[in-house]
């Protein structure tokens, strides 16, 4: 009864809890600007499910069988990974459906089942080995053999340890029952209708003791054949039909083996009872948290991996994307395949912010939803991991859960600036990283663009601090003109072209000496040199030219050798030295 009260009690918690999540994506947002269609998002849901049922149903069944079941965009990433999450999610399961839910499921399936007969006997602890054969894998990969940029949590320690406790568990109390005279003698009594006292009994006790890792106080070695044949001739008439060798459950017969010697003692105080309420609510209780843990993206990571199907079509939930954004945060899977892709990646070992990676950028964004708090400290350093994002797109490629990532981080992007207006903070200078390119298109798209108002208050904030920046800095052009619109590139200035090749990686700021030798750089050089190639791609002619940066380069060629995009770093600099020293002007066309 008390059993019962509990499962349901930790059912109603799980499905409540489920509810409540997806409610969230329809009502909570990423940031701090106000969602201007949060009200409809759930009649937007329920239109995107009906084109789903009527149009795209078909290929969402092929993409739940190779991206859901069969986990291929996992097996892209690696065979070893496919492996592992293929023994833990086949195996927890076929456990699931063989063994928590046999009297609903499998007894419907199987007239003749029972639990300790084969195939099911054996597969039952087929099932459990391979969860365990998973999670020993899982465990050597994030803390044996630490992948590079691989991130731990306590959520990922929760659902190894969890999900390790539960099938453990279940195998002690397996190997507790092979041992236990008390079950023996209660199943003696029900299925062979033996009493304890008989002869009969005693026999088939033997030969339980030989046969089946049975430990009992009153059968001692060595056995008596003719006892033992008396007792396999019992065994095949009353138990065979329904209890197949327990050497088959391999994994309980080898606890049996091990906890062998302490049986008496733990039969003879309840042991396999005790066993039995501790596997049972350490179930329960993993059943009432998986909305709450990690563990929820065995429902998010399938929702969004069917979303986002296709990466040559329109995405599923085209009309939700703050909904679709929330699920998403949900799939992540911490597994950090996105690190070792970032092209960023290079910042974070420059900085230490683990919010330039993008699985740590989820966590801080999860909390941001959640409207959890976040310290100032905290939020300056998820600014600066979004906004040197280069918006290159190998994250989302290369995600196992589907997950749009680009897109995500675009969107927080938006609200976290709108944020930083809000408290009437300094801008930082965002015209000056590669975001400018992205928010100057989106400008312009006025179905999907950024709200203009937003748009021009952060660059005339950025611009008024720029300036104010090189009016303290700059000798030779104390009031820079930024120019918004392109430059006519006729003139002959043919290095100064290949700018456009840059996708912001900040390669030559790093390697550069100049830069090294400062500790606050930008107060003594103005611009980076990275900045100074966002400045041309803006049309910013007046302002790289003006930057103290091209003065103090030493003409080492360091940046130019070690660009990935073969842009002339050092020659850009010396043209525009040259332009500069002859106080040549470029107007703006």
């Given amino acids: 009864m008390i059993l019962n009260l509990l499962f349901y009690s930790s059912l109603f918690i799980c499905i409540t809890g489920i509810c409540y999540k997806t409610i969230l994506w329809t009502r909570n947002s990423l940031g701090y600007q106000k969602d201007p269609v949060r009200s409809s998002r759930l009649s937007l849901v329920l239109k995107d499910v009906i084109t789903i049922c009527s149009k795209k149903f078909p290929a969402l069944v092929l993409s739940f069988f190779l991206d859901v079941l069969l986990q291929r965009r996992i097996l892209k990433v690696s065979f070893l990974r496919w492996f592992m999450h293929s023994c833990i999610f086949a195996g927890f399961m076929g456990l699931v459906i063989m063994h928590a839910f046999d009297g609903v499921i499998t007894e419907n399936i199987f007239p003749y089942y029972y639990s300790t007969i084969n195939p099911f006997f054996f597969l039952r602890n087929v099932f459990g080995f391979m969860v365990l054969l998973g999670i020993s894998i899982a465990i050597f990969r994030r803390y044996i053999s630490k992948q590079y940029k691989l991130r731990n949590s306590h959520q990922d320690i929760y659902a190894i340890l969890i999900v390790f406790i539960i099938v453990f568990s279940g195998i002690l109390l397996e190997g507790f029952k092979m041992t236990s005279v008390n079950e023996f003698t209660s199943m003696a009594e029900d299925y062979a209708d033996l009493a304890y006292e008989e002869d009969d009994t005693l026999a088939i006790e033997t030969y339980w003791v030989k046969e089946f890792a049975l430990v009992s106080s009153r059968i001692k070695e060595p056995f008596d054949k003719g006892i033992l044949e008396i007792g396999k001739e019992i065994h095949e008439e009353s138990c065979a039909d329904c209890h197949s ?14 906890i062998a010697p302490a049986a008496i003692f733990l039969d003879e105080r309840g042991g396999v009872d005790l066993f039995y309420y501790v596997h049972i609510i350490l179930c329960f209780i993993g059943l009432a948290l998986l909305p709450f843990s990690k563990m929820f993206h065995i429902f998010a990571t399938p929702v969004s991996l069917l979303s986002n199907w296709g990466k040559k079509k329109k995405p599923l939930f085209e009309h939700t ?3 679709k954004y929330l699920m998403e945060l949900d799939a992540c899977t911490h597994c950090c395949t996105c690190n070792t892709n970032c092209s960023a990646g290079m910042m974070y070992e420059f900085t230490q912010n683990e919010f330039i990676l993008p699985s740590e950028k989820m966590q801080a964004l999860n909390k941001v939803s959640a409207n959890s708090g976040m310290d100032s400290k905290e939020f300056d350093a998820l600014f600066q991991g979004l906004y040197l994002c280069t918006n290159c797109d190998r994250c989302t490629i290369a995600c196992p859960s589907g997950i749009d990532l680009k897109s995500l981080w675009l969107n927080a992007r938006e609200n976290l600036i709108g944020h930083n207006l809000s408290l009437q903070k300094q801008s930082d200078p965002l015209m000056l990283s590669v975001f400018s390119f992205v928010r100057g298109l989106k400008a312009n798209d006025q179905k999907n663009g950024i709200n203009k108002e ?3 208050i952060t660059l005339d904030k950025t611009l008024g601090n720029i300036t104010k920046v090189m009016d303290n800095n700059s000798k030779l052009y104390p009031d820079p003109k930024p120019c918004p619109d392109k430059l006519d590139f006729t003139i002959d200035l043919i290095p100064i072209q290949t700018f456009s090749y840059c996708f912001g990686c900040q390669n030559c700021t790093t390697v550069c000496p100049v830069v090294g030798n400062y500790e606050v750089p930008e107060e003594h050089l103005t611009l980076m040199p990275h900045q100074i190639m966002y400045s ?3 049309g910013f002619f007046d302002l790289a030219k003006s930057s103290l940066m091209i003065w103090n380069c030493l003409s080492c060629y360091q940046c130019q050798e070690h660009c990935p995009q073969n842009v002339a770093v050092c020659d850009i600099f010396f043209q525009l030295k ?10 703006c066309p």
């Avoid at 060798?245 to 091990?258: E, H, L, N, R, W």
């Fill in 536 to 538: 041309l791609g803006l």
């Fill in 321 to 323: 994307g703050t909904t």
């Fill in 578 to 587: 040259n332009k500069a020293f002859n106080n040549i002007e470029v107007p």
């Fill in 245 to 258: 060798s327990s050497k088959s459950a391999f994994m309980g017969y080898a606890a049996a083996k091990i």
């Fill in 454 to 456: 937003a748009y021009d």
